[in-house]
């Protein structure tokens, strides 16, 4: 069988199991291009668990193209608090002021990925999903299954492997349910086709044209090969409290993590001698060490390796910091990052 029949044959038996065996998602349940996009812009590197209930509270706060075009950034971004990579957010908000200008949300292929933040796998299920057009949507999930699936040695990460699975699938996607067979194969990565450890072929409606089910081969498929090394940077970062508030000050508006809050920190692994010594260059005099905290955070491509100091202190500290209370804490987004700090000062 050649490759291309290959993918060609699997619709059928992928879109008979879909129907038994697909996800309730709320994002199915009320289908149109502004639920399907936003959702696919949140799964991007997040797990569909963590995910729901942001999705719930952003159609809450926004439950119209037109009303995220109307938000406030802060507003936005606090709402994406915790789920990371925060131009997703930005790119949210840039391209539905796009659309609201336009009147409607675009609906071909072309045009849906012209907008700000919409790769070729999102524009994919959104024209599939919300528009019926006969095109597929590609990510890791789908790289895995095509790798699994042809028997391909190739590395799934190399940009022309990608393509050359992209067109292949825009073939075979079936024309009378475009959106269906791009979320099946999005299901059957997600519950079946999995990243690691064994897969569930017994339970694969496809394993019968699978070369690698055939040759033994499913925990070798797919071939990942990265060319790029996360960088580490080493940070001390101290959460600052004083009469029942805590120190926060605003990271510029450009770069990682543009524009959101953080606490104060600088660069090094700073034991406490240290520590008290740039507590006392910021002014404060320290009156209690509270805890001292090891954690990491890691980026796309930086790894945030933290020593953390939770301190009582007094002194008014640097001219661009707020000392919040909880009500104003809870108006700033603060990635992440961050989260350890967060949770002591919760606690």
């Not at 609201?100 to 292929?109: D, L």
């Not at 590609?138 to 042809?150: E, H, P, S």
């Not at 260059?281 to 980026?299: D, N, T, Y």
């Not at 790894?303 to 804490?329: H, K």
Request: hydrophobic share 40%; aromatic share 10%; with cysteine.
């Amino acid at each position: 069988m050649k490759q291309q029949e290959r993918f060609n044959a699997i619709a059928a038996p992928l879109l008979a199991w879909y129907d038994n065996n697909k996800r309730d998602l709320p994002w199915r349940q009320q289908v149109s291009a502004y639920h399907t996009w936003v959702s696919e812009i949140m799964l991007q590197q997040t797990r569909v668990a963590a995910v729901i209930p942001y999705y719930q509270r952003f159609f809450a706060a926004f439950p119209t193209v037109e009303d995220l075009a109307q938000a406030d950034e802060q507003q936005l971004l606090k709402l994406w608090e915790g789920l990371g990579y925060y131009s997703r957010a930005r790119n949210l908000h840039k391209a539905a002021k796009l659309i609201a200008q336009r009147g409607s949300f675009p609906e071909s292929y072309e045009e849906i990925l012209a907008l700000p933040g919409i790769g070729e796998y999102t524009a994919g299920a959104i024209a599939s999903i919300a528009f019926g057009r006969k095109v597929s949507a590609v990510d890791g999930n789908v790289l895995r299954i095509a790798a699994r699936l042809g028997g391909y040695d190739d590395n799934v990460l190399d940009p022309k492997f990608r393509r050359r699975i992209q067109l292949m699938l825009d073939e075979a996607v079936c024309a009378d349910r475009p959106g269906a067979f791009n979320q099946a194969l999005m299901d059957l990565g997600a519950t079946v086709c999995l990243p690691s450890g064994t897969p569930l072929c017994d339970s694969c409606p496809l394993r019968q044209l699978c070369l690698a089910y055939e040759q033994g081969r499913q925990k070798e498929l797919p071939v990942r090969i990265s060319k790029t090394k996360k960088r580490t940077e080493e940070l001390t970062v101290f959460l600052l409290l004083q009469d029942g508030r805590a120190a926060l000050r605003q990271r510029d508006d450009r770069g990682l993590l543009a524009s959101l809050w953080e606490y104060p920190h600088v660069s090094g692994m700073l034991d406490e001698s240290a520590a008290a010594t740039q507590l006392s260059a910021w002014g404060l005099i320290p009156h209690r060490w509270v805890k001292r905290l090891q954690f990491h955070h890691i980026f796309t491509h930086i790894r945030w390796e933290m020593t953390g100091y939770v301190v009582e202190v007094s002194g008014s500290g640097e001219a661009d910091w707020l000392w919040a209370d909880g009500a104003e804490r809870s108006l700033r987004p603060v990635p992440s990052a961050f989260e350890k700090l967060t949770q002591e000062l919760k606690e």
